[in-house]
């Protein structure tokens, strides 16, 4: 056998077996490997993004002692919902001016459901002193999710104010944190389109209308903290950036405790729930029903109907199946939480449940809606108990 033939034969083994360990057959180059996961969508209501995912209780990754505002949605891409965590982590022994930042981070979900925490993800994780609520929107429109971030601040007053903060995702795959150029003590926040623009706006409740006041102008009594909150929009610039606008929305005096964002008469445009501490002097809870028109100012508010509880904070709301579901703390009994149920429209109201069946609920203000084996329930996102309120 001559070298010559040998050399080419050892060429042609060499050959075939390069291509084999990569992947590839003859001539067809492309490497077998399988399609990279589809990104889920982001809705547009931050509404739809915190009780439209239908995921259930979740191993959370931190101790429940910590104070924290937390969120889902597909930070990383990959077609599964990861976690938000806004932390707080000051020394409540210690002066408030003593008052430590917390902690903004991203938590990547594994194929068993828990969570461990990426560096890499946020630049930064410097967070607010005091978060209160994170809510997931698209708020500088390239189909990712964004997150906001809803502050109070801490100070020798209940709610002394600070900047709120928004994450947006960048072009590299990160998120880049950016505050508020203005002060408030925000105790609740929701997203949608509210001006008819196409842009993700936030709506926000201010406990101490002073702080606002710093940058609007709109209440200036001279007194350092208010009895009073305000409510008002925070208008997109597109690109994530925010304007408040005193004019979009109509002046309440009332304690408000949340708010949500979602379309209640089915017309396609995002209303405006605004839960009141409802304590029987005054502090209801109303709806403004969106008339396209891209202001609030105008419209004349529902009044919802009152709990006849005593000092019933409400502190979240479900729409399910022309109904709300608003989770209130009973304030005779220490740590007592209850749901009350208001038909919509008719406005029927109902207690549909008073803490004494063991539940998720008990444990916390914050409700999501989940459906098994043809069962909707309400249950806590957390796994301190999976049970839940059955409502169907």
Not at 25 to 39: E, H, I, L, Y
Not at 152 to 178: H, M, N
Not at 292 to 311: D, E, I, K, V
Request: aromatic share 8%; hydrophobic share 40%; charged share 20%.
């Amino acid at each position: 056998m001559k070298p010559a033939f040998l050399k080419r034969v050892w060429e042609v083994l060499l050959l075939a077996t390069f291509l084999a360990l990569c992947g590839c057959k003859g001539d067809d180059t492309r490497a077998s490997t399988s399609a990279p996961p589809m990104a889920l969508r982001v809705a547009n209501t931050s509404y739809q993004n915190a009780k439209g995912l239908n995921i259930g209780p979740q191993i959370l990754p931190y101790p429940a002692t910590n104070a924290t505002a937390r969120a889902f949605g597909d930070f990383f891409q990959r077609g599964s919902f990861d976690l938000f965590v806004a932390t707080t982590t000051f020394d409540p022994a210690k002066p408030p001016l003593e008052a430590a930042k917390g902690a903004f981070e991203f938590w990547r979900r594994q194929p068993d459901n828990t969570f461990v925490r990426d560096t890499v993800l946020l630049a930064s994780n410097v967070g607010c002193t005091f978060p209160t609520k994170a809510i997931v929107a698209d708020f500088n429109h390239d189909g990712k999710p964004d997150v906001f971030i809803a502050c109070r601040g801490l100070g020798a007053t209940a709610f002394v104010g600070e900047k709120s903060a928004v994450l947006l995702s960048q072009p590299d795959g990160g998120y880049k944190t950016t505050f508020l150029r203005l002060e408030g003590a925000f105790v609740s926040a929701a997203a949608a389109d509210l001006t008819g623009t196409g842009r993700i706006d936030v709506v926000a409740i201010d406990a101490n209308t002073t702080t606002f006041s710093k940058t609007t102008g709109m209440f200036a009594d001279g007194f350092p903290i208010d009895t009073t909150t305000t409510a008002f929009i925070l208008v997109n610039d597109g690109q994530g950036g925010f304007t408040p606008d005193p004019t979009l929305l109509g002046s309440f005096i009332t304690d408000f405790t949340d708010v949500e964002a979602l379309d209640l008469n089915g017309d396609g445009r995002p209303d405006i729930v605004l839960l009141g501490a409802d304590g029987g002097i005054g502090q209801p809870s109303v709806i403004l029903l969106n008339d396209g028109t891209g202001s609030f100012a105008n419209l004349r508010p529902t009044m919802l109907p009152r709990a006849s509880l005593g000092n019933p904070a409400a502190q979240d709301v479900v729409f399910i199946d022309h109904a709300l579901y608003l989770s209130r703390t009973e304030g005779c009994e220490r740590g007592k939480r209850v749901v009350q149920r208001i038909a919509w429209p008719n406005l029927k109201s109902t207690v549909v449940y008073t803490g004494e069946t063991p539940s998720s609920l008990s444990h916390t203000g914050w409700m999501v809606p989940v459906t098994r084996d043809g069962k909707t329930q309400l249950i806590s996102d957390g796994m301190s108990d999976p049970a839940g309120l059955v409502l169907r």
